[in-house]
């Protein structure tokens, strides 16, 4: 049985000179769809790993990029405009506010690939990052099956104009002695320092193109030796910048990203999307946005290492070994030597503290978990952010929040623990730093960086939101959970050394889940759930997969995704739930 892939509806196409793009005017083409949404760090990645094969595969590939919408924020027109041109997105993308192609193609989680044949069939369905090898392997075959009727040549792809500002979506900005700014200029893949002024450019550093020496650079450090960290995001590194002479060196990262786990108090010589630097307790503090973790690295030996967060995306709290972080993006210091954290995913103000009697402990001041966001001051039990980038701790100890997708600064005051609003209608403001008695904002989608007063305090309460997407209805009771994986033709799940495989299971609120929790081997777990009562139920997965045929020197590949099920029990509703990791699952309609 083949299944018809469904027909490509949304709000308008970008990228393509202002057609619209259908099926059949694809006919002929492999089509790969790529369901993102802008703030998901593992879909940027994606982004990067799609890069090698529209290239390789140029003249017979069509990569569509179907923009599915997490945050409220990110259905905004201009703003979905603005990511694709802000990460470099060289392919027609199709603006889908209400998530009908999420729905119609069945996805369950950010990034969703989907691939097409010439005639028109769903032919494979992959979650998560890391599945270029097999992307490649599976193009390949569908080249040499359908080589009769390929159609060959340009696809719809038409690059936009191209924009000119002197700085182009900013990152992240530090003081520097004598006055002046240094700013990651980030889709210009340079840092700038600017005057006082915030505008006069005093020098670059780097050379402007992408990965030499720098690709999409976020956070920033002064170094007590004068020198200056940068948090080399895409180049997946810790670059070193003398600014006597603007010499760039490598101080941790290899260039390519970390693709297995690590765990509290390992070390790696891979990173994975560095975006923030701090300097906490006599060390260097990285916010590994990629495995959802904080690390350390020493600027003189350059050894990174695992400081907090399991890998598993989420809120939760305790000892770093056990926190889930969610994509940490800013980082900040108060005098008392709390390291306050924007935990961007979910929407959260969090904290690390290291205390001799008890041990380092992870806590939330602010935030509610992965599905719940908005605009709502008051106490910090219920208020809510939307996908925060920066911090910075004010003079009197309270700590400003880039509240980045609400395009607005909150203050959070400690001592009250009481959240209130200091600036609003800002252009995704992506981090914040104390000048004096102003704060200098960087308003990353207006191109600019800009200076307000610290001003009063206001509340506000414009709504709260949870993530649209549809509920999976399932039974109470029993459940069996099963990941769908099938590796790529030339590889295997080789079991020599142990079960190549990994799920972990969780739920919010954990009493939706009263058994099979936990992490151990296998792709395939009996659950018990709730009598009733609806929630999240949260899966992760990874699997190795290696080469056939060279023994135990075989390459081997690691796939990984996590996803959160929005659920709600109904007797009578099904007892199985399926998730395809890499699968030949069909979505569409079937035909004999």
């Known amino acids: 049985m083949r299944v018809r892939a469904p027909e490509l509806r949304g709000r308008r196409w970008l990228n393509t000179g202002g057609a619209d793009v259908t099926l059949a005017d694809l006919r002929g083409k492999i089509v790969l769809l790529d369901f993102w949404t802008f703030c998901c760090v593992n879909c940027l990645h994606v982004l990067d790993e799609l890069r090698e094969l ?31 041109e802000r990460y470099g997105v060289t392919h027609p993308v199709l603006d889908d506010p209400e998530l009908g192609m999420w729905d119609a193609y069945a996805a369950r989680a950010w990034p969703t690939l989907v691939v097409i044949d010439p005639a028109g069939y769903v032919v494979a369905q992959m979650a998560g990052e890391g599945h270029a090898h097999g992307l490649g392997v599976l193009l390949d075959e569908l080249v040499a099956t359908h080589a009769d009727v390929l159609r060959r040549g340009d696809g719809p ?46 020098r670059r550093i780097g050379s402007g193109e992408r990965g030499a020496p720098f690709s999409e650079p976020q956070g920033l450090l002064l170094l007590p030796d004068g020198d200056v960290l940068v948090a080399d ?29 690590v765990e509290v108090g390992d070390t790696s010589g891979e990173l994975s999307t560095p975006w923030d630097l701090a300097w906490w307790d006599g060390r260097v503090v990285v916010a590994m946005a990629g495995p959802h973790q904080l690390w350390t690295v020493d600027p003189a030996t350059g050894v990174a290492r695992v400081l907090a967060g399991t890998t598993n995306e989420g809120l939760r709290d305790g000892p770093p070994s056990d926190a889930f972080f969610a994509q940490p993006s800013g980082l900040a210091v108060s005098p008392d030597g709390t390291l306050w954290i924007a935990d961007s995913e979910t929407s959260a103000l969090r904290s690390l503290v290291a205390s001799p009697s008890v041990g380092a402990e992870v806590s939330t001041a602010v935030g509610l978990g992965l599905f719940d966001f908005g605009h709502r001051d008051g106490d910090a039990d219920q208020a809510l952010l939307q996908h925060p980038l920066g911090v910075a701790v004010l003079p009197d100890g309270s700590i400003a929040i880039a509240d980045t997708y609400n395009g607005a600064l909150r203050r959070y005051d400690p001592a009250t623990r009481t959240v209130s609003t200091l600036a609003r209608d800002l252009r995704e403001p992506s981090d914040v730093l104390v000048d004096g008695d102003a704060l200098v904002v960087v308003e990353s989608a207006a ?146």
């Open 447 to 592: 191109h600019r960086l800009v200076r307000v007063p610290i001003p009063a305090s206001t509340r506000v309460d414009a709504g709260a939101h949870r993530v649209r997407r549809a509920r999976t209805d399932l039974s109470p009771g029993a459940l069996t959970l099963h990941v769908d994986f099938v590796p790529p033709t030339g590889q295997h799940l080789d079991a020599r050394f142990g079960d190549p495989t990994s799920l972990t299971v969780a739920a919010s609120p954990p009493d939706l889940l009263v058994s099979g929790g936990g992490t151990s081997p296998g792709l395939t777990r009996e659950l018990v759930l709730a009598a009733d009562g609806e929630g999240v139920l949260q899966v992760s997965v990874a699997a190795a997969a290696c080469d056939d045929g060279d023994g135990v020197f075989a390459a081997c590949h690691r796939y990984q995704q996590d996803w959160g099920i929005p659920l709600r029990l109904v007797d009578g509703a099904p007892t199985t739930l399926t998730l395809p990791l890499r699968s030949t699952a069909h979505p569409g309609t079937p035909e004999p």
């Open 54 to 84: 529209e290239e390789r595969f140029a003249d017979v590939l069509v990569v569509v990029g179907v923009h599915s919408p997490k945050f409220v924020h990110e259905a905004d027109p201009d703003a979905v405009e603005a990511a694709v």
């Open 157 to 202: 792809y038409v690059a936009p104009p191209e924009p000119e500002t002197a700085l182009r979506f900013p990152g992240k900005v530090i003081a520097l002695p004598g006055g002046s700014f240094l700013v990651s200029d980030t889709a210009h893949h340079q840092l700038v320092e600017l005057e006082p002024d915030l505008v006069t450019e005093r």
């Open 233 to 261: 995001s895409v180049n997946h590194a810790v670059r070193r910048v003398d600014l006597a002479d603007g010499t760039v060196s490598t101080v941790a990262g290899t260039g390519s990203q970390l693709r297995t786990r």
